[in-house]
């Protein structure tokens, strides 16, 4: 799925937020989003899943514009998201949320679906237990898979790496870089190490402004990217 993002301006009270900032990520493309805290990555990702209407300019899905569309109409022309904060049902155990978002996609009727979800998320151990009882590397695998079991045609991954320990990182970006090219991905995250290893393309924010847009080498070496945010990393 193409994403097109043109001129988006948000504004709260005063402040502005987004100053007509555009993104165009190819079908199949991996994306990055960085900058610092306060950026506006996670507005631009609120507008482009639907949950926030820009004062100004429109997002278009393989041409389509969905400016006005709802989240749960974005939700069915396949957009899957996940958040900073987690978004469990944290009595059901992990099965059982992975069975209620197989349901929702073209999955359903698949008995090994869940089995298999499970195995790739590397949750099968822990597939019985409340969600709630998870650590917080697990419960990012779930909510990655989560979202990739509805079958999205655009993912949109909100810091995935936030908190995870060595070896759950290098599972994430394992998980990551085996998504299927159906799959196109939009990811904000602070790690720069695995914005790297993963972006094709990386498009840089700072208060709300686009100052950057190219291939990792192109940004890496971009002085203005290096003086308000590599520099900091």
């Given at each position: 799925?193409?994403?097109?993002?043109?001129?988006?301006?948000v504004?709260?009270?005063?402040?502005a937020?987004?100053?007509?900032?555009s993104?165009?990520?190819?079908?199949?493309?991996?994306?990055?989003?960085?900058?610092?805290?306060?950026?506006?990555?996670?507005?631009?990702?609120n507008v482009?899943a639907?949950?926030?209407r820009p004062?100004s300019?429109?997002?278009?899905?393989d041409?389509?514009?969905?400016?006005?569309?709802?989240t749960w109409?974005?939700?069915?022309?396949?957009?899957?998201?996940?958040?900073?904060r987690?978004a469990?049902f944290?009595?059901?155990s992990?099965?059982?949320?992975?069975?209620?978002?197989?349901?929702?996609?073209?999955?359903g009727?698949r008995?090994?679906a869940?089995?298999?979800?499970l195995?790739a998320?590397g949750?099968?151990a822990?597939a019985?237990?409340?969600?709630?009882?998870?650590?917080?590397?697990?419960?990012?695998?779930?909510?990655?898979?989560?979202?990739?079991?509805?079958?999205?045609?655009?993912?949109?991954?909100d810091?995935?790496?936030?908190?995870?320990?060595?070896?759950?990182r290098?599972?994430?970006?394992?998980r990551l870089?085996?998504l299927?090219?159906?799959?196109t991905?939009v990811i904000?995250?602070?790690?720069i190490d695995?914005?790297f290893a993963?972006?094709?393309?990386?498009?840089?924010?700072?208060?709300?402004?686009?100052i950057?847009?190219?291939?990792?080498?192109?940004?890496?070496?971009d002085?203005r990217?290096?003086?308000v945010y590599l520099?900091r990393?």
């Amino acid at each position: 799925m193409r994403l097109e993002a043109r001129q988006i301006s948000v504004r709260f009270g005063a402040l502005a937020a987004l100053a007509s900032v555009s993104l165009d990520v190819q079908s199949g493309e991996r994306r990055a989003l960085i900058g610092p805290n306060g950026a506006g990555k996670t507005t631009l990702f609120n507008v482009i899943a639907g949950e926030l209407r820009p004062a100004s300019g429109s997002v278009l899905l393989d041409g389509r514009d969905v400016t006005s569309l709802p989240t749960w109409r974005r939700a069915r022309m396949s957009v899957g998201r996940t958040f900073q904060r987690s978004a469990l049902f944290p009595r059901l155990s992990v099965s059982e949320n992975l069975e209620l978002a197989v349901r929702r996609g073209a999955l359903g009727g698949r008995r090994r679906a869940v089995p298999d979800r499970l195995a790739a998320a590397g949750l099968s151990a822990v597939a019985e237990r409340p969600a709630v009882s998870l650590g917080h590397g697990e419960q990012r695998a779930l909510e990655i898979e989560l979202a990739l079991a509805c079958e999205p045609r655009l993912l949109l991954l909100d810091e995935p790496m936030a908190g995870l320990s060595g070896a759950e990182r290098q599972a994430a970006l394992a998980r990551l870089r085996n998504l299927p090219r159906s799959v196109t991905l939009v990811i904000v995250e602070h790690d720069i190490d695995a914005v790297f290893a993963i972006a094709e393309r990386i498009t840089v924010l700072d208060h709300g402004v686009r100052i950057a847009d190219g291939t990792p080498a192109e940004v890496r070496a971009d002085p203005r990217v290096q003086e308000v945010y590599l520099g900091r990393s």
